[in-house]
Each structure stands twice: as C-alpha cells, then as structure tokens.
C-alpha cells in the first residue's frame, strides 16, 4: 500500500555516519571506507608486533633453559667425577663425619635417578660406607639431623625412580632407608609422606622392607600418627603383616586416641582403620587399646552392617568397587570381617571387668570398659546374648559383687543418674542436648551398659536371688532390694520423658553437616583446599553416642521397667503406688484426652495407610558396574542399601505418630504410670467408640439392627436375597456349642465384634423359648467357653491344658496329638487331608480367640482363668490391630513355675549345683505327644547337634534359657499365633498392652481378692414382677430379708450366689454398676416351699416370697450348692 500524500513533494534528509556509501546499486566494497581501513590496518600491526616479541622471548627462554640444562648437565657430569674420583681413592668407613656429610651433600647436589640411573648406584655406595662409618665414628648434631631426612627422601626416590626390580639394590636401599630412618625425628607429616612411598612402591623384598617399615616406630611415637593415617586406607595383608611383628598396640592406640573424636570423618576411613589396627596388633588388654577399639567400633555403628553377609573382594578393590560408592550401611569383605569378629572373644569379653577395684573420679576405667561392652552390644545385636552371658560370668575383683553390681556401684554415682532421678521435668532438656560434656558422655556409657547388663540378669535370676533372701543369693544380686526404688525412680523418670515428650526430641534431630575427612592430609597439615560433602540427617542420640539412638534407650527403658514392675507384681517389694506418675498429667480431663489422641491416631493410620504401598513397591536401583565373584554380587549391597531406607521411613512415620499421641504411648507402654481403675474405664471408653465407629453410631444392638433392616429395605432387597442380619444369626445345639459356634461365626471374622442373635436348639432342634435380647447371647458365650476349656478327660479336642493351679494356657501337643490321631486312620504326614485339618485346628483357636475378644468387647465376665505367662503374651503383643506372633514376649525361667512347678525347680538345682556335670544333660528335651491310648516320647534338640552338648557350668544358663524358650514360647507358638489373631480381630492389641497379667484376667473374670461390696450390688439391682419399687420407695419385705442374709453370709458364700446368678464368682471391676445385663430380681410366686432359680443369661434371680430370714437363707444356699441354672423356673 502507498503511503498518503502528506502535502510535502521534499526528500527527507538522510544522514549516515557509518562511512558505507548509501547508493544500494552500487557495488559492494569490503575494504570499507578509508578511516576503518586505516585503524584495522593499525591493529593488525600492533598484534604482529606483539607476536615478533614473544617469539623472540619464547626463543630466548628456551635458549636459556637449554643452555642451563646443558651447562648444569656438564656441572653434575663434573660433580659426578669429582664424587667419583673421591670414592675411588678410598674404599671402607669414611675418615670422619664431615668428610661423609660433605659426600653426601655432593651426592644430594646431582642426585638424579630418574635421568642418571648410575645414582641409584652411587646411593647405595654411599650409604653402605656411611652405615660402617656410624659404627666407629659418631655423626650427630643439627647438620647430620637434616642430612639423614635428605637420605631418606634420596633413597625413596631411588625406590620409585627404578624401571624393574632389582633384588640386591632394593635390598640394599630398604637397608640405608631404615637406617636413615633410625637417626631420624619424623614429624606426623613426614611420617605419612615416609609410609606412602613405602606402601605405594611394589615389589620390594619382605625383610628389608620390615625394617624400613618399623625403623621410624623405634625412634618416634610421632611416626605412628602417621602411620594411624596409612592404616585408615585399604593396606594389603602382606604389609600388615610386616608392620605386625614390632608395632607396639600402646603407643598406637594412644596415637588414635590423640587424633581427637571427630567421627565427622569418612566411615570408610574409619572402618580400615579398625580392621588394620586389630590385624597389626591383635588382642590385648591394654585399657588405652580397649578405648581406642571401642571408640572407633562405636563410631561405625550406624554406617556399618556388621552382621550382614561378607564379600569376598581383596581390600583395594573391596574399597575402589564398593566402599567408595556406599555413604551408610558398610558392608565387610572377609579380611575386615575376620578381624572385626576377633572383637567376638568369650576370654577377653569375660575378663572385662577384672582388676577393677574401686570407681571413683579419678578412674575412668569403668567408662572405657562400659563404652566398649556397650559398643560391642550395639555393633552386633545377634551376638548380643552372648556377649550379656560372657559379661555376666565374667571375673570380678569384687567377690561380694556380680559384675552387674560393679556396674550398679559406678552407674549409682554417676552426675546424669542422680539428675534425672531427682525431677522428671529437666529430664527432656539433658536429652536434647546436641553437645554434651565429655562427663556427661561417660556417665551415660555407664548407665546405658549397666541397664543392658541387669535387663539380662532378670531374665535368668528367679526371684529368690533377686529378693537376696540367702547369702548367695545376696551375692548374685546385682542391686539390693533395697535399691530398686532408686532405679525405678530413675527409670519412671527418664521412662516418662521419652513418650511424654517424644516432641520435643524428634524436633531436636541434629541437622545435616558439612564435613570433611578427618584423616586427610589436608586436614592435618592446614589445606583449607578440601572437598566436602553433605551427611545425611541421623535422629537424636543419646549424648551424641553414635548408634545409641532415642528409639534404643527408648526400648531399653521400656523392657527394664515392665520386667522389675512384673517382679514387683508378684513379690510386692516396693511401696505402694510408687510406680503412679499422676502428678504429671492433670486427672480430671485424662480420660478425654486419651480418647482425643486415639481418634486422631486412627485418622493418622488411615492417612499412612494409603501411602504404604509407595514404599512396598519402591523405584528400581540402578546398579552399579561392578564386578561379580560368584555368590557375592556387589548388587545386593545396594539393595540392602534401600531396604534400610525404607526401615528409615518406616521409623519417621512411626516416631510421627509417637508424637500425636504421648498419652496413648504411656499407656501402651508403661501402663502402670497410671491407676488401674482409669485405663479400666479408658478401654471401655475405646471400646465404645470403635462402635460408634463401626455401626455409624447406632450403638445399641436393637437400633443397630433396624438400621441395617431400613437400609436393605430402602436399597430394595431383591427375592431370595439373605437378610444382612442372617450372618449374625446362629443356632446352637445344646452340647455342641463350640463346633456349632464355629461352623456358622468363624467365616465373620471382625465382624463378630457386631451384635449377634442366638437361638438354642435342643436334641430334637426344637428352638427354646424366649427372644435374645442379649441374655441369651451371654448364655451362648459362657457355653462356647466352658465347652471349649474344658478339661474332661473325654472330650476329643483339648485346646487347652492346665498347670497345678488349674490355669490355663494353650495346649503344646495338640497339633502333634492331631498329627497321630490323623495317622491312626491311614492319612500320610504332609498329604493335603491332613494339611487340612492342621489348618482347620489352628482356626479353631483362632476362633476362641475371637470368642475370648467378644466377651471382653462386650464387657462380659467369664469364669476361666489363664496361666500368667499365657497372659503375658497378650499385653506384649501392642501393636497395629493384628498379633502375628510373640514378638515382644521373652520366656525366662520365673515363667516357667507357672506352667510346670517340677522342671522350674529342677532347673533351679542346675543352675546352683556346684557341678552341672552331674546331672548328666544335654541340649535335648523329651516330649510326650499322642493320645492317652498311643503315648509316644519324642526327643528334640534345643541347639543344633544339641544330643553331642553336654551341660556344663560354662553352658548350664544357656541351657535354662534355650529350655525357657522351648517350652513358653516354641512349643506352642503355633496355637499361641493363632489364638492371638482371632483375639486382635476383635480388640486392639495396643488396648491390651494397657494392662498386665494379672490385670487382664481381672478384665476377664472380674475383681479377684476383693470382698463383695452388697450394698454396690444393691444399688444397682433391677426388680421385676411383684419386686418393682413402687412410689413410696421401699423394698419388698422378701427383697429386704434377701438383702439381710447376702450381709451376713461369708464372702465365699457371696461369691456363690454372685456365681449362681451371674456364671462367675467376681464382680466386675469398676463395681456392680458396669455388669451386663444388670443383676435382677424377680418373683417366682409365694410357695416358701420352692427353691431360688436363675437366668444366667440375663444375670436374673427368681426369688419366692419367703417371709423369714431362716428359710430364704437355707432355700437360697441350697439352689447355689446344688448348682440349678437356666431354664430351671
């Protein structure tokens, strides 16, 4: 488009300034204009100049470098003459030591291996004359001091300077090396620069080498910071071996001591150390060896997997392929694998705590021995039991103490015990301390091995020698009676702290560092010039003790406390609510809070729930490139590497939720902080909200089962469609109840938990009368119960058995009673019929599992009580809501009085016999299995090849323990697992973990020891018929005269009549008032004639109307003793 006509017919003026004509046809010129040519043609000049001048440099520099090469090639040929001419005129020891110092400087001034190799010859000339020189004259003083350093650096010149090998001149220059090195002073510097030529020269003969090698030792202990450097590198086992014969362990170890304890070095610098350490010096009890180990192991803790598989790599490759690409979870190749396991020793480990005869400021001897038994402890927790025993039978100086009392006596007067004893409240801040003192640091080492040493003591000590109630047992009590309430205030402090305030000290999780390796040169000699690199975040430790984690003082306090409270359960040592902490939390709104924290912990789990397949699935590892040895692929460190990464996420989500809930971790932890009462009604509290819950807030089983009925009606149930409440429907016959129960519940599983209707049938399946309403379901259960727990000696199935006190726990042989029966009738071992009925009889302890749960769900008492150790397992089994096994329970030999009286006291004369050999054991044990008509004795091995054991008194606790552990735990794990999993479908294990023992059998059974309170019970009696209260108020006269004999009869009687109404002789717990249904009476006419009938199911009593105190009483007592019950009015 044209532009519009602007009235304007003038050319603008175009002015151009860049030189270039402005005509576009005309040619184009690349020369420019005249004034650009001139300036670039300037500048072309100026850069040819330039280059003339440095050329003429260059060729002037290269004249006079070759002309001072050429002139000092002809000065050292002059010098090499004269040297020569010298040498040549005299042969033999030098007239004295200037005319040798004079040589050697002359020497020195052209030595040259590398362009003259007819040096390395005129070296060893030299030094064979100096050596037989300094044996008649004496060459010392300042100037002799520096040549001898310049001698050495000549001769590990020559070293590397050599093409080939060259047996006599290597033997020769390792002879004049080593003799230089014994007149010298070697600063750290130079002994590392030394023992780095040496180790980087290959090829050399051994025994010179030695002596090259040691020389610098005997003349300086300087020289063996340098060599604590060498060893934190990979070091083939030849030079160690070499360096093995004269290394003194004393003055090493003190050289790794004096490095400091900076553990912000490489792992894998500190890991070779450790390893070439132990191989140069092996075994000693030195006390500065033992703290230098330890300190080292210690500080490997958490980077290192000692006990996992070993590679099979020599060290420089091990280190190159490896090490060098691992940041944590080191693992071991077989050289350092070798050596670390020498730490394994039974002799030194028991010999620990020998020689020590008192603890006081000025000896630090109990630290350094405490640190490294519990370094050793935390560095290898397979080996940890052994290494407990070891300490435990170990030597003491002290005859009147235990090894564990040494300890009691050190850990007692240590600074942190008496702070934290003395106020809970300063507790979190002494834990939070990221820079504790060197004290501080020491008295934790103490305490923290003492605690591991008597957690094990209790496991093996019975009561009596814990009670000290004989001269030896007072002897092998570790801590008097009279000191357990120190430690348990101890204990209770620090206990409460780490739950409580668990917060607090995951907030207090150091923060990533740069650092840099501690054994670099760089850092030793002042370059600042070194390359860092950034360390992970590792969660709070216990006064900075690597591996010593919050988590592992956390459950080490943990187990200590339960096992002195389960003691003080039995024994009653200490003072009456001693173990209470009420003063730390405010009372009055507990119970809500911990309802509060168990709803936002639920909602938390369901939250992480979805998450955790994130974690089960997890990204593909791209492997490295290294090679493969057979079976030891370098690829599965790598993948060791990511399974502890997910242990790691696993941790943090498990410490999150330790936060959000500090009460509910009391509880489930260390329950008797709090009364037993309030976590009574805290249970009850979780109880009725998992209802809630569960059937959308209809808590009442009728309202709950008219929602279900309005839903399937509003959904429109289709014809032939089930009932949603059938599932929850049974009949029972009569004398059947637990097959009949089985057959038409087990398939509900949780759902049990809901309510369910139950209609009896008898022998002709003739329904009984009456409607449940919830009576006939405390009917059913009570059956189920009795049924299944019972001991006639008829039944086919005993599920479970009793001890001498008529308590129950699972049956050990069932499975192998099964097994037998099954054969008896043609069926092969491990054909699928009878891998069938395996698993059909572990379902069925699953199911009374459930049943068990139900009562406790519905908060109805049975009558059935259960060995303790049984129980035990239940409160150990805390949790996520399931109990796949008894990993928490640890048998012990006190366990075992409650399941066979005869083999805790056999065990008991073992374990004080003066001679175990007597008894002629071994570590087997025989078994009786089958039925009663087909006995037979298996025998079975407690260790492998355990009939070739005998026992000794080196071995007899091993044996208690294994024996412990076969027959409270192995025995009847099966049965046990399964029996606990039908439990925890129904109630939480983490509720079960609120209580002991012998609490929850009282949440079973009801209150037992405790006197009937008859005026609870009248208070919160119902009456029916003829009985109601009318508006005046007061009680029938036959109620009255009933209420006038329950007064005066004896409790036992009481109890009888509860049993009579109710199926069990208890109360419940938290009084009358929480027993469902409620106690009832009613009238059954005016017949004084007849006796008193019940209705167990619905806890009712059928009551005539006796008008004197004489009958009711003699009727009542004689309905009781004559057993009369349901269905009977």
Same mark, same amino acid.
């Given at each position: 488009?044209?532009?519009?006509?602007?009235?304007?017919?003038?050319?603008?003026?175009?002015?151009?300034?860049?030189?270039?004509?402005?005509?576009?046809?005309?040619?184009?010129?690349?020369?420019?204009?005249?004034?650009?040519?001139?300036?670039?043609?300037?500048?072309?000049?100026?850069?040819?100049?330039?280059?003339?001048?440095?050329?003429?440099?260059?060729? *002037?520099?290269?004249?006079?470098?070759?002309?001072?090469?050429?002139?000092?090639?002809?000065?050292?040929?002059?010098?090499?003459?004269?040297?020569?001419?010298?040498?040549?005129?005299?042969?033999?020891?030098?007239?004295?030591?200037?005319?040798?110092?004079?040589?050697?400087?002359?020497?020195?001034?052209?030595?040259?291996?590398?362009?003259?190799?007819?040096?390395?010859?005129?070296?060893?000339?030299?030094?064979?004359?100096?050596?037989?020189?300094?044996?008649?004259?004496?060459?010392?003083?300042?100037?002799?001091?520096?040549?001898?350093?310049?001698?050495?650096?000549?001769?590990?010149?020559?070293?590397?300077?050599?093409?080939?090998?060259?047996?006599?001149?290597?033997?020769?220059?390792?002879?004049?090396?080593?003799?230089?090195?014994?007149? *010298?002073?070697?600063?750290?510097?130079?002994?590392?620069?030394?023992?780095?030529?040496?180790?980087?020269?290959?090829?050399?003969?051994?025994?010179?080498? @030695?002596?090259?090698?040691?020389?610098?030792?005997?003349?300086?202990?300087?020289?063996?910071?340098?060599?604590?450097?060498?060893?934190?590198?990979?070091?083939?086992?030849?030079?160690?071996?070499?360096?093995?014969?004269?290394?003194?362990?004393?003055?090493?170890?003190?050289?790794?001591?004096?490095?400091?304890?900076?553990?912000?070095?490489?792992?894998?610098?500190?890991?070779?150390?450790?390893?070439?350490?132990?191989?140069?010096?092996?075994?000693?009890?030195?006390?500065?060896?033992?703290?230098?180990?330890?300190?080292?192991?210690?500080?490997?803790?958490?980077?290192?997997?000692?006990?996992?598989?070993?590679?099979?790599?020599?060290?420089?490759?091990?280190?190159?392929?490896?090490?060098?690409?691992?940041?944590?979870?080191?693992?071991?190749?077989?050289?350092?694998?070798?050596?670390?396991?020498?730490?394994?020793?039974?002799?030194?480990?028991?010999?620990?705590?020998?020689?020590?005869?008192?603890?006081?400021?000025?000896?630090?001897?109990?630290?350094?021995?405490?640190?490294?038994?519990?370094?050793?402890?935390?560095?290898?927790?397979?080996?940890?039991?052994?290494?407990?025993?070891?300490?435990?039978?170990?030597?003491?100086?002290?005859?009147?103490?235990?090894?564990?009392?040494?300890?009691?006596?050190?850990?007692?007067?240590?600074?942190?015990?008496?702070?934290?004893?003395?106020?809970?409240?300063?507790?979190?801040?002494?834990?939070?301390?990221?820079?504790?003192?060197?004290?501080?640091?020491?008295?934790?080492?103490?305490?923290?091995?003492?605690?591991?040493?008597?957690?094990?003591?209790?496991?093996?000590?019975?009561?009596?020698?814990?009670?000290?109630?004989?001269?030896?047992?007072?002897?092998?009590?570790?801590?008097?009676?009279?000191?357990?309430?120190?430690?348990?205030?101890?204990?209770?402090?620090?206990?409460?702290?780490?739950?409580?305030?668990?917060?607090?000290?995951?907030?207090?999780?150091?923060?990533?560092?740069?650092?840099?390796?501690?054994?670099?040169?760089?850092?030793?000699?002042?370059?600042?010039?070194?390359?860092?690199?950034?360390?992970?975040?590792?969660?709070?430790?216990?006064?900075?003790?690597?591996?010593?984690?919050?988590?592992?003082?956390?459950?080490?306090?943990?187990?200590?406390?339960?096992?002195?409270?389960?003691?003080?359960?039995?024994?009653?040592?200490?003072?009456?609510?001693?173990?209470?902490?009420?003063?730390?939390?405010?009372?009055?709104?507990?119970?809500?809070?911990?309802?509060?924290?168990?709803?936002?912990?639920?909602?938390?789990?369901?939250?992480?729930?979805?998450?955790?397949?994130?974690?089960?699935?997890?990204?593909?590892?791209?492997?490295? +490139?290294?090679?493969?040895?057979?079976?030891?692929?370098?690829?599965?460190?790598?993948?060791?590497?990511?399974?502890?990464?997910?242990?790691?996420?696993?941790?943090?989500?498990?410490?999150?939720?330790?936060?959000?809930?500090?009460?509910?971790?009391?509880?489930?932890?260390?329950?008797?902080?709090?009364?037993?009462?309030?976590?009574? #009604?805290?249970?009850?509290?979780?109880?009725?909200?998992?209802?809630?819950?569960?059937?959308?807030?209809?808590?009442?089983?009728?309202?709950?089962?008219?929602?279900?009925?309005?839903?399937?009606?509003?959904?429109?149930?289709?014809?032939?469609?089930?009932?949603?409440?059938?599932?929850?429907?049974?009949?029972?016959?009569?004398?059947?109840?637990?097959?009949?129960?089985?057959?038409?519940?087990?398939?509900?599983?949780?759902?049990?938990?809901?309510?369910?209707?139950?209609?009896?049938?008898?022998?002709?399946?003739?329904?009984?009368?009456?409607?449940?309403?919830?009576?006939?379901?405390?009917?059913?259960?009570?059956?189920?119960?009795?049924?299944?727990?019972?001991?006639?000696?008829?039944?086919?199935?005993?599920?479970?058995?009793?001890?001498?006190?008529?308590?129950?726990?699972?049956?050990?042989?069932?499975?192998?009673?099964?097994?037998?029966?099954?054969?008896?009738?043609?069926?092969?071992?491990?054909?699928?019929?009878?891998?069938?009925?395996?698993?059909?009889?572990?379902?069925?302890?699953?199911?009374?599992?459930?049943?068990?749960?139900?009562?406790?769900?519905?908060?109805?008492?049975?009558?059935?009580?259960?060995?303790?150790?049984?129980?035990?397992?239940?409160?150990?089994?805390?949790?996520?809501?399931?109990?796949?096994?008894?990993?928490?329970?640890?048998?012990?030999?006190?366990?075992?009085?409650?399941?066979?009286?005869?083999?805790?006291?056999?065990?008991?004369?073992?374990?004080?016999?003066?001679?175990?050999?007597?008894?002629?054991?071994?570590?087997?044990?025989?078994?009786?299995?089958?039925?009663?008509?087909?006995?037979?004795?298996?025998?079975?091995?407690?260790?492998?090849?355990?009939?070739?054991?005998?026992?000794?008194?080196?071995?007899?606790?091993?044996?208690?323990?294994?024996?412990?552990?076969?027959?409270?735990?192995?025995?009847?794990?099966? @049965?046990? +697992?399964?029996?606990?999993?039908?439990?925890?479908?129904?109630?939480?294990?983490?509720?079960?973990?609120?209580?002991? #023992?012998?609490?929850?059998?009282?949440?079973?059974?009801?209150?037992?020891?405790?006197?009937?309170?008859?005026?609870?019970?009248?208070?919160?009696?119902?009456?029916?018929?003829?009985?109601?209260?009318?508006?005046?108020?007061?009680?029938?006269?036959?109620?009255?005269?009933?209420?006038?004999?329950?007064?005066?009869?004896?409790?036992?009687?009481?109890?009888?009549?509860?049993?009579?109404?109710?199926?069990?002789?208890?109360?419940?717990?938290?009084?009358?008032?929480?027993?469902?249904?409620?106690?009832?009476?009613?009238?059954?006419?005016?017949?004084?004639?007849?006796?008193?009938?019940?209705?167990?199911?619905?806890?009712?009593?059928?009551?005539?109307?006796?008008?004197?105190?004489?009958?009711?009483?003699?009727?009542?007592?004689?309905?009781?003793?004559?057993?009369?019950?349901?269905?009977?009015?």
């Amino acid at each position: 488009m044209y532009q519009s006509f602007t009235g304007s017919a003038r050319r603008p003026r175009n002015v151009n300034l860049s030189g270039r004509p402005t005509n576009p046809f005309a040619a184009f010129n690349t020369t420019g204009s005249g004034a650009q040519q001139a300036v670039a043609s300037a500048q072309q000049d100026r850069v040819h100049r330039q280059q003339q001048r440095e050329r003429q440099q260059a060729s *002037s520099r290269i004249q006079k470098v070759w002309r001072g090469h050429r002139a000092r090639r002809r000065t050292f040929k002059i010098w090499r003459q004269v040297w020569d001419e010298t040498e040549n005129s005299s042969t033999g020891a030098y007239q004295s030591s200037d005319e040798s110092l004079r040589q050697l400087r002359r020497l020195l001034l052209f030595f040259s291996p590398k362009g003259e190799p007819g040096d390395i010859q005129r070296l060893a000339w030299y030094g064979t004359r100096q050596v037989t020189t300094s044996e008649t004259v004496e060459c010392t003083g300042d100037g002799w001091r520096t040549a001898y350093s310049k001698l050495q650096r000549a001769c590990i010149a020559a070293l590397k300077a050599r093409k080939s090998p060259n047996a006599d001149t290597d033997r020769t220059l390792l002879w004049i090396l080593a003799f230089a090195a014994r007149q *010298s002073s070697f600063s750290t510097k130079e002994a590392v620069e030394y023992y780095e030529a040496l180790t980087a020269t290959s090829s050399l003969p051994d025994e010179p080498l @030695q002596g090259a090698l040691l020389a610098p030792l005997k003349q300086s202990k300087e020289a063996y910071t340098g060599l604590v450097i060498l060893l934190a590198r990979p070091v083939n086992a030849e030079m160690l071996s070499l360096l093995r014969a004269a290394v003194d362990a004393q003055i090493l170890a003190e050289a790794v001591t004096g490095l400091g304890e900076d553990r912000s070095s490489s792992p894998r610098e500190r890991l070779w150390l450790l390893g070439n350490m132990i191989y140069v010096t092996g075994q000693t009890s030195s006390m500065t060896f033992t703290a230098a180990v330890g300190r080292l192991l210690g500080s490997l803790a958490d980077d290192v997997d000692f006990d996992g598989q070993t590679l099979d790599a020599d060290n420089e490759t091990f280190d190159r392929d490896v090490l060098s690409k691992l940041a944590s979870g080191l693992p071991l190749n077989t050289f350092l694998n070798t050596q670390i396991k020498t730490l394994l020793d039974q002799h030194a480990i028991r010999n620990l705590l020998s020689g020590q005869q008192t603890i006081n400021s000025n000896n630090n001897n109990a630290q350094v021995l405490a640190g490294y038994a519990l370094t050793l402890l935390r560095c290898f927790p397979r080996r940890a039991d052994d290494i407990r025993m070891w300490l435990h039978l170990g030597p003491t100086s002290k005859d009147r103490a235990s090894p564990t009392g040494y300890l009691w006596d050190a850990a007692k007067q240590c600074q942190v015990f008496g702070e934290v004893s003395s106020n809970s409240r300063d507790v979190v801040h002494l834990l939070k301390n990221t820079k504790p003192s060197r004290r501080q640091k020491d008295d934790w080492t103490v305490v923290l091995v003492f605690l591991e040493m008597f957690t094990f003591d209790l496991k093996i000590m019975d009561d009596e020698d814990f009670m000290g109630s004989s001269p030896q047992a007072k002897k092998n009590s570790a801590v008097p009676v009279r000191d357990v309430a120190r430690l348990v205030t101890f204990l209770k402090n620090l206990g409460f702290t780490l739950y409580f305030d668990a917060k607090d000290l995951n907030d207090a999780t150091p923060k990533p560092a740069r650092d840099e390796p501690l054994f670099s040169p760089g850092r030793r000699f002042g370059n600042s010039n070194v390359t860092t690199t950034s360390t992970e975040v590792k969660p709070l430790t216990v006064a900075g003790l690597p591996g010593l984690t919050i988590d592992y003082l956390k459950g080490l306090t943990t187990g200590l406390l339960r096992a002195i409270y389960e003691r003080d359960s039995r024994r009653n040592f200490l003072p009456k609510d001693h173990w209470l902490m009420t003063e730390r939390f405010d009372m009055k709104t507990f119970i809500s809070g911990v309802v509060e924290e168990e709803e936002r912990r639920h909602t938390v789990q369901e939250l992480d729930d979805e998450d955790k397949d994130d974690d089960s699935d997890g990204d593909d590892i791209e492997l490295l +490139n290294v090679p493969s040895r057979g079976p030891s692929n370098y690829a599965r460190v790598l993948r060791n590497q990511e399974a502890r990464e997910r242990a790691q996420r696993k941790a943090s989500r498990k410490r999150y939720l330790e936060s959000v809930a500090p009460r509910l971790e009391i509880l489930q932890n260390m329950p008797f902080f709090i009364p037993f009462h309030t976590r009574v #009604q805290i249970f009850r509290e979780f109880v009725h909200l998992d209802q809630e819950k569960r059937r959308n807030g209809y808590v009442d089983p009728e309202v709950w089962r008219m929602m279900l009925r309005s839903e399937a009606m509003g959904a429109g149930m289709m014809p032939g469609q089930r009932d949603p409440l059938s599932r929850h429907h049974a009949k029972i016959k009569r004398t059947s109840e637990f097959m009949d129960a089985y057959e038409q519940f087990y398939d509900l599983g949780a759902d049990l938990k809901e309510p369910i209707q139950i209609t009896f049938i008898d022998q002709f399946d003739t329904p009984e009368a009456g409607i449940d309403g919830g009576g006939v379901t405390k009917e059913f259960l009570t059956s189920v119960i009795n049924q299944a727990f019972s001991q006639d000696p008829e039944s086919m199935n005993h599920f479970f058995v009793e001890n001498d006190q008529h308590l129950l726990y699972p049956n050990p042989t069932a499975i192998e009673d099964l097994r037998i029966r099954l054969q008896e009738i043609g069926l092969r071992d491990e054909s699928p019929d009878m891998r069938e009925q395996m698993r059909e009889l572990l379902k069925q302890y699953e199911f009374l599992g459930r049943i068990i749960g139900k009562c406790l769900y519905e908060g109805i008492l049975v009558d059935v009580s259960f060995a303790g150790f049984f129980l035990k397992k239940w409160a150990l089994t805390g949790g996520t809501g399931s109990a796949p096994n008894e990993s928490h329970y640890r048998p012990n030999i006190n366990d075992l009085r409650e399941l066979d009286e005869t083999i805790y006291r056999g065990l008991l004369d073992l374990k004080n016999a003066e001679n175990a050999e007597d008894f002629g054991l071994d570590f087997t044990v025989n078994v009786t299995v089958g039925p009663d008509h087909n006995r037979r004795v298996v025998t079975v091995e407690l260790a492998p090849n355990g009939s070739n054991i005998p026992v000794t008194n080196e071995n007899r606790l091993s044996y208690i323990n294994r024996m412990a552990a076969f027959r409270l735990q192995s025995q009847s794990k099966r @049965q046990t +697992n399964a029996f606990l999993r039908g439990l925890g479908d129904i109630i939480q294990p983490s509720w079960l973990s609120m209580f002991n #023992q012998t609490e929850l059998q009282t949440l079973i059974g009801g209150a037992q020891g405790s006197v009937i309170d008859v005026e609870d019970l009248r208070r919160n009696t119902q009456y029916g018929g003829v009985y109601v209260i009318g508006t005046d108020g007061q009680e029938h006269p036959s109620v009255q005269l009933f209420w006038t004999v329950m007064h005066k009869l004896p409790d036992e009687d009481r109890r009888k009549v509860l049993k009579f109404v109710t199926s069990t002789p208890r109360g419940p717990l938290l009084g009358f008032g929480h027993l469902n249904p409620r106690f009832s009476i009613r009238d059954s006419g005016g017949d004084e004639g007849r006796y008193p009938t019940t209705s167990t199911c619905v806890n009712l009593l059928k009551l005539p109307m006796y008008k004197d105190e004489k009958s009711l009483r003699s009727k009542l007592l004689a309905a009781v003793n004559s057993g009369a019950g349901f269905d009977l009015s």
